[in-house]
């Protein structure tokens, strides 16, 4: 599971945003089987969270694939409903902002934002540092201290990890 991080305001009159009460609701996009003693099926049934006096919500999300993202219906007193399709990484933490939003037809990236789990790969203590290719898009560059090309197949990097 993924904590996603909420921190929801509205604009207040003098320039200082207030916090926005309200409630969100999440439900994946389609049935999906989880592995276990008994295989699971996850049903896209939708469940609610309500934000806290503050504007924060912290809600506890499964990590997507490429076959299914979550639906997030966003219902904040006093502003019009909306809903966004975002993939969730499998890190311990993301702020909303971060997530990635998706075409639900299709699943790819609705923008070209900066992926939740590539500054999540930013972030590792494994010094690793990821930047997209500035030539292609859908190319991640991988920067790492020690590494080096497998010998029998030219498409295999050995990246020896220590750990702490």
Same mark, same amino acid.
Request: no cysteine.
């Given at each position: ?35 276990? +003693? ?73 923008? +070209? ?22 030539? +292609? ?15 029998? +197949? ?11």
């Amino acid at each position: 599971m993924t904590l996603v991080r909420f921190f929801l305001t509205r604009p207040n009159p003098g320039g200082v945003n207030a916090a926005a009460s309200g409630e969100v609701s999440f439900s994946p996009t389609r049935s999906r089987v989880v592995a276990g +003693d008994v295989s699971e099926l996850v049903l896209p049934a939708p469940f609610t969270v309500k934000a806290g006096v503050d504007g924060r919500l912290d809600v506890d999300l499964a990590a997507t694939s490429v076959e299914w993202a979550w639906r997030v219906y966003v219902q904040i007193n006093g502003v019009p409903r909306f809903t966004e399709y975002v993939t969730v990484p499998d890190v311990e933490a993301v702020d909303f902002t971060d997530l990635v939003r998706v075409d639900p037809a299709t699943l790819e990236p609705s923008a +070209d934002p900066e992926a939740a789990w590539w500054a999540a790969l930013d972030q590792a203590q494994l010094g690793v540092h990821a930047i997209v290719d500035p030539d +292609d898009p859908e190319v991640l560059i991988l920067h790492y201290p020690s590494w080096q090309a497998d010998p029998t +197949d030219n498409f295999v990097l050995i990246m020896p990890i220590q750990e702490a």
